[in-house]
């Protein structure tokens, strides 16, 4: 080739090169427009002189307030905002990693079409128009075909509130079966609803550790689970001064700083407060005036626990009895001073899960610690406008002769939703009719339910699934169509109203223009409406439904921001004894809940014992990880750094037996004989020799997410035997026990904790 | 009329909207046989379907199999950061605003490869040949091996294949030509 070939090319070759696409070669120099010609020296580093926009986090549902640091259309730091109540100028690690989200390459950037098998992975780029074509006739086709409840949505998330408009609109009764209550903190709401006559335990959770002179966790993974105003509360209340009871088969982060650390034996919590209860009343250490003045069913109660004693609960909760007493004269000495905390994830042996929570309402009850500094407190709601325009203008549910809700088996699951188990069972079997259309949102479908090989079958079963994601993950590759979804950063949502100690009033707003082909979720939703010719969506944009809420509290998207993007409100948590009335029928405390008779349930829980490992095995217990969310952080690039994949805790002493040393790498069999990923152990003194714990969220099994595919392994991968909380439906996720394979040895878990006959054992065909 | 080859390598970095594989396969070979590199036959880089053609390209450059092996931005590659708008994309915007242009509206970030390939045609239409050599020497050059080296790590379909080696060995005589002149 001649010199000066490329410089002056216009070659016959060129020629034909250029007639060689049917748009013609100009359409690539139009991907530029003349511009001033500018020097530019370079982009300066660090966020000194950035614009800052005030926001709200969605790293976790826990949603701080937050200011994003933007220079040049780019975001360079997050921070807390500093006018919050509850995180101020902090965020945690996830917060902080939100600018690893927005630029993240293996983003969904465009709406994707399935072109190969379901799960395979295998898509090719659509326009908008023509992804909400394919939902929009999918939907149609579905209802036409099998009537409006064969439509079902299925969310989590900020995001997920404007598409479940579209599902009501359709008509369907399954437009919310929320894994958030139905695979986590549902027994527990349920529970406290009925005992208190609110929920304390939801979305936010009323429980004043700060104030508090002494504080119970049941397991609870705070310092783990970081959410920031959270763990705030809890080590203020230990700065305090306030006694901390930790009762975990693990030696967590919380019991690491605990005055008391319960090791007690997996499924045996509802033992432990029974005996409890029951030597509270024993021994008068309950608060009697309160008792006596606001609670119904005490006598009732009383008989109920008499046979839990102290020395049975030692047996059965394989703890020492002096450090039970011990744990339970220091609450009661600081009644009612007291957190009786429910923890969050509640979902874990299935059929004891409500009454598990029950008790703790109890004891909450017992000690007079309702509505006042540092037991449950009441939420102080703040006062806004509601706009019509982002929802649909109709959204009635259809009448059906057979409805999922009336045919569960649960008696008080309707009043949430759509049980998960029962929405997953009608897309198997068809019964009590056939659900044949799924849109998730915000949900990896594969990580968040238990055994999920019959949910891998029952997105086979389905006509058409959508997803709307911000990552390829396991959803998205089971997905006909997936949707792209706006980062956090990049987007407005509804108004952000916090109901707790101190109340405040914020907005999520877009530090930056979205990258790439995504559209917030409003936009979304209205997209998808003028599809399906559903009237309503009338807002132009979302700053307009936000004037219109912000009105409701005399402000308006300019007003609030030039007041900081946050404005606090005088809270009103705490109530006079005397005159406290509650949300139940008779306004006191229902220590004997008569609903759940009527059910034929237990209106006071009893123990019935969950199953032990069967010889060979044992029991598999997960949490949360502090630097990440649920499965949906493992790709970021700054979290994957700090934990890149999870590890498999073995107690020391059965590690030894077994000859597997720190850092070794095995494979987990299930009872059903599921095999996980491979995943490196953790020897530690700090959990029980009768289980296993590991970190959930990881082990991904997306090859999209290139960072997070195939670290470490998924939890829910070895969970097959699922029980049902007979309140709800819940699905029990601590029901599952694993031994070790090293090499092409399958190695049993020797019993070095004794199991008590009146526990029996889980039968497994491999022990 | 811009005639660069690099506006059809630009062009053939973007999602394949219309099926114009067989014209762009054959005008690929003309391109390799001009600079003197052997290439299969053009009807040898057809795939299957169009469908297959497309889904290709998702799977190497979007969201894909085997998670998304070749991201076609300067960010990724520029001191190795992995992610997108960093160093790597703000040495784009640079060049382009020293040449007095600037990015059009798009889906597609400005320092994806068929925004700097477009851009070079555009420095040769207008005999920007300062510009040109530093473009490359600092910035083009510098990360498109890293890209070419995961991009045929992806083992992707033939025509992906050749056109990442074509655009190289147009890079690198380019390049050559620019620092010789």
Redesign the interface.
């Known amino acids: 080739?001649n010199?000066?070939?490329?410089?002056k090319?216009?070659?016959a070759?060129?020629?034909?090169?250029?007639?060689?696409?049917?748009?013609?070669?100009?359409?690539?120099?139009?991907?530029?427009?003349?511009?001033?010609?500018?020097?530019?020296k370079?982009?300066s580093t660090g966020s000194l002189g950035a614009t800052e926009v005030t926001s709200v986090c969605e790293m976790c549902f826990w949603r701080c307030p937050i200011v994003v640091k933007v220079k040049?259309g780019?975001i360079i730091k997050i921070e807390g905002n500093p006018k919050s109540p509850v995180n101020g100028t902090r965020v945690c690690a996830r917060g902080n990693s939100g600018v690893?989200l927005?630029?993240?390459?293996?983003?969904?950037?465009?709406p994707?079409k399935r072109?190969?098998a379901r799960g395979?992975?295998?898509?090719?780029?659509i326009s908008w128009d023509e992804a909400f074509g394919e939902i929009a006739h999918n939907m149609e086709k579905v209802k036409k075909k099998y009537g409006p409840h064969a439509l079902a949505y299925f969310d989590h998330g900020a995001s997920a509130e404007f598409m479940r408009g579209i599902f009501k609109a359709m008509g369907t009764e399954n437009y919310t079966s929320e894994p958030a209550f139905f695979q986590c903190v549902g027994p527990a709401a349920l529970a406290y609803l009925q005992t208190v006559g609110y929920v304390t335990t939801g979305t936010r959770q009323y429980n004043d550790m700060a104030n508090s002179k002494a504080m119970l966790l049941v397991a609870s993974h705070i310092g783990e689970n970081v959410h920031v105003s959270h763990v705030r509360e809890f080590i203020d209340g230990l700065q305090n001064g306030s006694k901390l009871v930790v009762v975990d088969p693990r030696y967590s982060a919380a019991a690491n700083k605990a005055d008391i650390y319960l090791p007690i034996r997996p499924g045996t919590d509802t033992a432990l407060m029974l005996a409890w209860i029951n030597y509270v009343i024993q021994n008068k250490l309950y608060d009697k005036e309160f008792v006596a003045n606001k609670c119904d069913g005490f006598d009732a109660l009383k008989k109920e626990v008499n046979g839990y004693s102290m020395e049975w609960a030692a047996k059965i909760c394989d703890l020492k009895i002096e450090d039970m007493k011990a744990a339970i004269k220091e609450l009661a000495k600081a009644a009612p001073n007291v957190n009786i905390h429910p923890g969050r994830h509640a979902t874990w042996y299935g059929k004891g899960d409500t009454g598990r929570h029950q008790a703790y309402a109890i004891l909450t009850a017992l000690f007079g610690a309702v509505g006042v500094p540092g037991g449950i407190y009441f939420p102080t709601s703040v006062k806004t406008g509601k706009a019509e325009c982002p929802e649909p203008e109709k959204t009635e549910v259809a009448e059906t002769d057979i409805s999922i809700k009336d045919e569960t088996e649960y008696p008080f699951s309707s009043m949430f939703g759509t049980a998960t188990r029962d929405l997953f069972h009608a897309m198997l079997t068809g019964k009590p009719y056939p659900v044949k259309l799924l849109g998730v949102n915000g949900v990896n479908i594969m990580q968040t339910l238990p055994n999920p090989y019959d949910t891998m079958k029952a997105i086979n079963n389905l006509d058409f699934i959508f997803c709307e994601e911000m990552m390829?993950g396991e959803t998205?590759i089971w997905s006909d169509i997936v949707l792209p979804d706006s980062v956090y950063l990049e987007r407005y949502d509804g108004l952000y109203a916090y109901d707790g100690l101190t109340p405040y009033l914020t907005v999520r707003q877009p530090a930056i223009k979205p990258?790439?082909?995504v559209k917030s979720p409003y936009d979304i939703a209205k997209g998808l409406a003028k599809k399906l010719d559903i009237e309503g969506y009338s807002c132009k944009n979302e700053q307009e439904f936000l004037n219109e809420e912000l009105k409701g509290a005399g402000l308006s998207l300019d007003a609030l921001n030039k007041q900081g993007g946050l404005v606090t409100y005088k809270g009103n948590p705490y109530r006079d004894p005397k005159s406290l009335k509650l949300g139940t029928e008779s306004g006191k405390v229902q220590l004997y809940v008569e609903a759940f008779d009527d059910e034929d349930l237990d209106a006071i829980p009893k123990f019935d014992p969950t199953p032990a490992p069967p010889k060979g095995f044992a029991r598999l217990i997960y949490g949360r990880a502090p630097m990440h969310t649920f499965s949906r952080t493992m790709n970021n690039?700054w979290l994957n750094n700090e934990m890149p994949e999870n590890k498999l805790w073995l107690n020391d002493k059965i590690a030894a037996r077994l000859n597997i040393m720190d850092g070794e790498e095995i494979i987990m069999e299930n009872q059903d004989g599921k095999r996980s990923n491979p995943i490196k152990v953790l020897v530690t003194p700090g959990i029980r020799p009768d289980s296993v714990f590991m970190y959930h969220g990881f082990g991904s099994k997306s090859?999209?997410?290139?960072r997070a595919?195939g670290r470490g392994a998924a939890d829910g991968y070895m969970m097959t035997n699922v029980v049902a909380d007979p309140f709800i439906g819940a699905d029990s996720k601590r029901t599952n026990f694993v031994r070790i394979i090293k090499g092409d040895k399958t190695l049993n878990i020797p019993e070095l904790a004794k199991v008590p006959s009146e526990i029996p054992r889980f039968k497994s065909k491999l022990a | 009329?811009?005639?660069?080859?690099f506006?059809?390598l630009?062009?053939s970095f973007?999602?394949p909207e219309?099926d114009?594989i067989t014209?762009?396969s054959?005008?690929l070979v003309?391109?390799a046989?001009?600079?003197?590199f052997q290439v299969p036959a053009a009807k040898e880089m057809i795939p299957q379907s169009f469908?297959d053609f497309?889904?290709e390209?998702?799977?190497l450059f979007?969201?894909?199999?085997?998670?998304?092996f070749a991201?076609p931005?300067a960010?990724?590659y520029v001191n190795n950061a992995?992610?997108?708008?960093?160093q790597g994309y703000?040495d784009a915007?640079?060049f382009?605003?020293?040449?007095?242009?600037?990015?059009?509206e798009?889906?597609?970030?400005p320092d994806h490869i068929?925004?700097e390939?477009?851009?070079l045609?555009?420095l040769?239409?207008a005999?920007n040949?300062d510009i040109l050599a530093s473009f490359l020497t600092r910035h083009l050059c510098v990360w498109y091996p890293s890209f070419l080296q995961r991009l045929q790590d992806a083992q992707p379909y033939l025509f992906y294949s050749v056109l990442g080696q074509v655009t190289d060995l147009?890079l690198t005589?380019?390049h050559k030509?620019?620092i010789?002149?």
């Open positions: 080739m010199r000066r070939h490329f410089l090319m216009s070659s070759t060129a020629m034909a090169v250029a007639a060689s696409t049917m748009d013609g070669l100009p359409g690539q120099a139009g991907l530029f427009r003349s511009a001033q010609a500018q020097e530019i370079s982009f040049e780019k690893q927005v630029y993240d390459p293996d983003r969904v950037k465009t994707l072109v190969g395979e992975g295998k898509w090719a780029k390829a998205a990258l790439h082909n690039l090859k999209h997410l290139s595919y | 009329m811009p005639t660069h080859p506006f059809f630009s062009e973007s999602y219309s114009t014209a762009k054959e005008a003309l391109l046989k001009d600079i003197g469908i497309q889904s390209y998702v799977r979007i969201n894909a199999a085997d998670g998304i991201p931005y960010s990724i992995g992610i997108l708008h960093q703000d915007l640079s382009y605003a020293k040449a007095g242009m600037a990015p059009t798009s889906e597609e970030s068929a925004h390939l477009a851009f045609g555009l040769l239409d005999d040949e147009y005589h380019l030509e620019v010789h002149e």
